[in-house]
C-alpha cells in the first residue's frame, strides 16, 4: 500500500486531479486528504491546481464494499452487516471508510488515553506529547492560564528532546 | 468459590456502602482489550478460541492479585449456572450466549470479572458499592498493567487499543454508574434528566440489560465515547454529572414526604406488606415493590430492615437464583411461588438456609 505523500500513514484516498490536460494523482491518507480538500482556496505552491476537477475514488462506497481485510479476510460489506471487525488490521484496511465512522461516534480520530508500556519507548514518548496537548486545550477551555502556561513550556522542552532524540525524523515529509 | 456457595452468599458491591449509598448502588468500570496476534472473535474459529481461552486462562489466575481468584470455563457450565452469573452482574449476556471456548476470572468478593472471548478477548471490570469510580479506576488501570505485562495487546498510536467494534477504540473504557431513583420515577422527572445525559453523550441503560423500561428503577449512566479523551477525562465526565441527579433524586423525594407524606408512606408500608405476605408474585412486581421499600427506608419510614439485604433481594428473587436456591429446575408459575415463599422467610427475619 502506497504511503500518504503528506505523513506516513497509509494512503486511502487517491485525489486525481487534470492539470493543464495532464492526470495527476496525489496519494494522501484520509486526514490529510480531509485538509487538503479544505485548504483548496490557498494551495500549497508545490501542489496542483485547486480550480482542477477532482475525483476521490476511494471514498466510492460500492467499491469499499469490496475491500477484503489481507490479514483476516473480513469484506468491508461484512462488517457493515454484523458491525464487528475481524482483526485489528482492518482499522488500516478500511481506514477511509472508519475514520468518518470514528469521528461521527466519538467525535476525534486519535487516542489521547493510556497506552501499553510496551510500546517501543520513542513512540511512547511522541505519544505522551499527544496527551500534553490534549490536556492544554482542556486547560484552556476550562480557563486555567496559569496550568496552561506552564504545561505549554513543559511541551516544548518535550519537542526539543525529541527532536534531539531522532535526527531521522527530519527524513519524513513535513506535515 | 463454587457456584453452590456463590448462590447463598451476596457480593461486596451489594452491601450497600460507601459513599452516596443510598442512591448510588454501585460503580463499575471495565476495559475492553485485544491481543495482538490473533483475529477479533467474528473471524476465530473454534481452535484459535480454544487456544486464546487456554492460555489467557491460565495466565489470568496466576496474576499477582488478591487471592482467591476462581476461573470457569464458561462453556462447560450449565445454562442455569451461566445465567445465575448474569443475574449476579458477573459475566454480560454476551458471553453467557457466545458459543465456543470461553471463560471468566471472579475474586471472591466479587469485586474483580475478567471475561475471556466475549466480544473481546477480553473485557475486565472493576465493581464497588456505592460513588467509588477512582477506586474502579485505580484497581483496573493496574490490573491492565499486569495482564499487559503477560500479553501484547492491540494497540495503535493513532487509534488506541483496537476492539472489535468501533464504539469502543481508544480508551476501551465503559464507565458507569448504577443509580436508584424511584423519586423521579414517580415524579415523572427521569425523561428531563436523560435528555440532559443524553445531551453531553452519556448513556442511560435499565438494569439488566439495553431495554427502556428500567426494572426496580435502577438506572446505569455511563460514557458513550471512548476516543479522543483519557481515562480521567471520561471518569470525571461521569463523576460530574452523578451529584446532579442525586441532587434532583433527593429534591423529588423531599417534595414527595412534603406534599403527601400519609400517602406515601402508606403506599411505602403497603409494600412491604406485600412482600412479607404475598403467596405467589412475579419478578417485575418484586422489583417494583422492593424498589418502594429501599425508598422507604431511605426516608426512614421503615426501621427494621437493612439496605444490604433488600439489594441482595434485587438479585437473589431473579429466576435463577432463586431455582440455584431451591435445588431445581421450576415454570414460571413455580417460581412466583418459590419467589414468595423466599420474600417471606427473608423479611421475616429468618434466612432461608436455617431449619424451620
Ligand atoms: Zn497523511
Ligand atoms: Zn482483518
Known amino acids: 500500500m502506497k504511503k500518504c505523500r503528506r505523513c506516513s500513514k497509509p494512503a486511502t484516498l487517491h485525489i486525481t486531479e487534470i492539470v493543464n490536460s495532464e492526470v495527476q494523482t496525489l496519494h494522501l491518507c484520509e486526514g490529510c486528504a480531509q485538509s487538503y480538500l479544505s485548504q483548496q482556496d490557498q494551495p500549497d505552491p508545490d501542489e496542483m491546481s485547486p480550480a482542477a476537477a477532482k475525483l476521490i475514488e476511494g471514498a466510492d462506497l460500492?467499491?469499499?464494499?469490496?475491500?477484503?481485510?489481507?490479514?483476516?479476510?473480513?469484506?468491508?460489506?461484512?462488517?457493515?452487516?454484523?458491525?464487528?471487525?475481524?482483526?485489528?488490521?482492518?482499522?488500516?484496511?478500511?481506514?477511509?471508510?472508519?475514520?468518518?465512522?470514528?469521528?461521527?461516534?466519538?467525535?476525534?480520530?486519535?487516542?489521547?488515553?493510556?497506552?501499553?508500556?510496551?510500546?517501543?519507548?520513542?513512540?511512547?514518548?511522541?505519544?505522551?506529547?499527544?496527551?500534553?496537548?490534549?490536556?492544554?486545550?482542556?486547560?484552556?477551555?476550562?480557563?486555567?492560564?496559569?496550568?496552561?502556561a506552564r504545561l505549554r513550556d513543559q511541551i516544548q522542552s518535550l519537542e526539543v528532546e525529541l527532536a534531539e532524540d531522532q535526527p531521522e525524523a527530519n527524513d519524513k515529509d513535513d506535515d | 468459590m463454587d457456584l453452590e456457595t456463590l448462590t447463598h452468599k451476596s457480593g461486596e458491591w451489594l452491601k450497600g456502602q460507601g459513599p452516596e449509598s443510598d442512591i448510588v448502588i454501585s460503580s463499575r468500570i471495565r476495559l475492553a482489550r485485544n491481543l495482538a496476534q490473533y483475529p477479533f472473535l467474528s473471524r476465530a474459529d473454534d481452535r484459535v478460541r480454544v487456544e486464546i481461552e487456554e492460555s489467557l486462562g491460565q495466565k489470568l489466575i496466576d496474576l499477582p492479585l488478591k487471592k482467591p481468584l476462581s476461573y470457569f470455563k464458561v462453556h462447560t457450565l450449565e445454562n442455569i449456572d451461566r445465567q445465575l452469573l448474569v443475574e449476579r452482574q458477573l459475566i454480560s449476556r454476551e458471553l453467557s450466549d457466545n458459543h465456543g471456548s470461553r471463560g471468566v476470572v471472579l475474586s471472591d468478593e466479587e469485586n474483580v470479572s475478567i471475561m475471556v472471548n466475549e466480544e473481546d478477548h477480553l473485557?475486565?471490570?472493576?465493581?464497588?458499592?456505592?460513588?467509588?469510580?477512582?477506586?474502579?479506576?485505580?484497581?483496573?488501570?493496574?490490573?491492565?498493567?499486569?495482564?499487559?505485562?503477560?500479553?501484547?495487546?492491540?494497540?495503535?498510536?493513532?487509534?488506541?487499543?483496537?476492539?472489535?467494534?468501533?464504539?469502543?477504540?481508544?480508551?476501551?473504557?465503559?464507565?458507569?454508574?448504577?443509580?436508584?431513583?424511584?423519586?423521579?420515577?414517580?415524579?415523572?422527572?427521569?425523561?428531563?434528566?436523560?435528555?440532559?445525559?443524553?445531551?453531553?453523550?452519556?448513556?442511560?441503560?435499565?438494569?439488566?440489560?439495553?431495554?427502556?423500561?428500567?426494572?426496580?428503577?435502577?438506572?446505569?449512566?455511563?460514557?458513550?465515547?471512548?476516543?479522543?479523551?483519557?481515562?480521567?477525562?471520561?471518569?470525571?465526565?461521569?463523576?460530574?454529572?452523578?451529584?446532579?441527579?442525586?441532587?434532583?433524586?433527593?429534591?423529588?423525594?423531599?417534595?414527595?414526604?412534603?406534599?403527601?407524606?400519609?400517602?406515601?408512606?402508606?403506599?411505602?408500608?403497603?409494600?412491604?406488606?406485600?412482600?412479607?405476605?404475598?403467596?405467589?408474585?412475579?419478578?417485575e412486581e418484586t422489583m417494583h415493590l422492593l424498589s418502594s421499600v429501599r425508598m422507604g427506608i431511605n426516608l426512614g419510614l421503615i426501621d427494621d430492615l437493612e439496605i444490604p439485604t433488600v439489594n441482595e433481594l434485587f438479585i437473589h428473587t431473579q429466576p435463577a437464583h432463586l431455582q440455584k436456591i431451591k435445588g431445581t429446575p421450576l415454570e414460571s408459575g413455580e417460581r412466583n411461588v418459590a419467589r414468595a415463599s423466599y420474600l417471606r422467610q427473608r423479611l421475616s427475619g429468618r434466612h432461608p438456609g436455617e431449619v424451620n
Open chain 2, 123 to 283: 473485557r475486565m471490570q472493576v465493581i464497588h458499592s456505592g460513588l467509588a469510580l477512582d477506586e474502579c479506576w485505580n484497581e483496573i488501570d493496574r490490573i491492565d498493567d499486569l495482564i499487559e505485562s503477560e500479553v501484547t495487546y492491540a494497540f495503535s498510536q493513532q487509534l488506541g487499543y483496537l476492539t472489535a467494534c468501533p464504539t469502543n477504540v481508544g480508551t476501551g473504557i465503559r464507565v458507569s454508574v448504577m443509580l436508584h431513583l424511584p423519586a423521579l420515577v414517580v415524579t415523572k422527572e427521569i425523561q428531563k434528566v436523560f435528555q440532559a445525559l443524553h445531551k453531553i453523550s452519556l448513556a442511560v441503560r435499565g438494569l439488566y440489560g439495553e431495554g427502556s423500561q428500567a426494572m426496580g428503577d435502577f438506572y446505569q449512566i455511563s460514557n458513550q465515547v471512548t476516543l479522543g479523551k483519557t481515562e480521567e477525562q471520561l471518569i470525571q465526565q461521569v463523576k460530574e454529572v452523578v451529584p446532579r441527579i442525586i441532587f434532583y433524586e433527593r429534591q423529588a423525594r423531599t417534595a414527595l414526604v412534603k406534599d403527601n407524606r400519609e400517602g406515601l408512606h402508606d403506599q411505602i408500608s403497603r409494600a412491604y406488606g406485600i412482600l412479607k405476605n404475598a403467596q405467589t408474585i412475579s419478578s
Open chain 1, 62 to 148: 460500492d467499491e469499499l464494499d469490496h475491500i477484503v481485510c489481507p490479514n483476516c479476510g473480513i469484506s468491508f460489506r461484512e462488517f457493515r452487516s454484523q458491525g464487528r471487525l475481524g482483526c485489528p488490521h482492518d482499522y488500516i484496511a478500511f481506514e477511509a471508510e472508519l475514520m468518518p465512522l470514528l469521528e461521527n461516534i466519538h467525535g476525534a480520530t486519535q487516542h489521547c488515553g493510556k497506552c501499553p508500556k510496551r510500546a517501543p519507548d520513542s513512540s511512547q514518548r511522541q505519544y505522551e506529547l499527544i496527551k500534553l496537548r490534549n490536556e492544554l486545550r482542556s486547560l484552556v477551555e476550562g480557563e486555567k492560564y496559569e496550568d496552561a
